[in-house]
């Protein structure tokens, strides 16, 4: 009998949500599939909480969209502030991780005075 249910140990939770701006932006491209895809790198700060000590963040994330996404993310500015969402995979070399992004949407700025 088969069932669609997943290996004892392979289920798990990978999302990822990430404020930030786009830092870099690739060519648009195609996948073999023939689906567009757009590389980007994405500049995220924020403090954090740990251990109940503020924590100040700053990082680039290396990051691809892929299908409608990237069609959406070459419209970005690159000083727009953005919220991105999707999950973490093995980077194509082996080395590291990939944001894929399955959805992405501008931020309110903060409000000024």
Known sequence: MLTSAAPTG???TNRLSLSGLAKERSALRYTPAGL???DL???HQSVVQQEGVPRKVTMDCKAVCIGTQAVKAQQLAMDEPVDFHGFLAPARNGRGVVFHITSLQRSNPPATD
């Open 10 to 12: 392979l289920a798990g």
């Open 36 to 38: 567009p895809a757009l």
């Open 41 to 43: 790198v994405i500049e």
